[in-house]
Each structure stands twice: as C-alpha cells, then as structure tokens.
C-alpha cells in the first residue's frame, strides 16, 4: 500500500469538474484509490465520492493506493494534485 499527503492547490477544491477528472484518471488503474479527510474515508474511482470529500483549496488529504499498480497510480496522482487538476 502507497500513503500520501496531498494538499489541494486549486482555488476552487474539489467540484464536479475536478470530481470527473480525478475519477477518470485512478479508474485507469487496477488499485483502489481511496481519500481520507477529517477522519471520513472516500472511493476516488466514484465521483460522488470524490464529491463528498469537500476538500478545499490548501486542504491536505491523505490518499491510499493498494494494488498491483500502486506506484504509478501513486505518481499520476502526485501529479495532477501538482498540476492543480489542470485549474489555476
């Protein structure tokens, strides 16, 4: 299992837009993809649970990868939470 802390860069947080394409990418992945925030834990390969993590900007969620493509479904993560879900 693959552990992160990721911190919410985008000015806006997680909405839909970024729900969709969070969901879109970890669904690529054979891995579970899941967040916890606040002490709640969401699938991230589900919209409504991407939805339902109400992370905002500057927000740190610990996200948790298990499977047997972890590593680079870890990476594409890092990644877009860097590139800001591809918003300012």
């Known amino acids: 299992m693959v552990v992160k802390e990721l911190q ?3 000015k806006l ?3 839909a837009r ?7 990418s970890v ?3 054979q ?5 916890q925030k606040d002490g709640r834990r969401f699938d991230l390969k589900s919209v409504t ?10 927000d740190i969620v ?3 990868i298990d499977g047997p493509d972890e590593e ?3 990476q594409a993560l890092e990644v877009l939470f860097a590139e800001k879900f591809g918003e300012t």
Do not use: D, L, P, W
């Open 8 to 10: 919410v860069q985008n």
């Open 49 to 58: 649970g991407v939805m339902m993590v109400n992370a905002k900007h500057g």
């Open 27 to 29: 669904s690529a992945f």
């Open 13 to 15: 947080g997680f909405h």
């Open 72 to 74: 680079t479904a870890a």
């Open 18 to 24: 970024v729900a969709s394409r969070i969901t879109r």
């Open 31 to 35: 891995s579970s993809v899941n967040v």
């Open 62 to 64: 610990t996200v948790e």
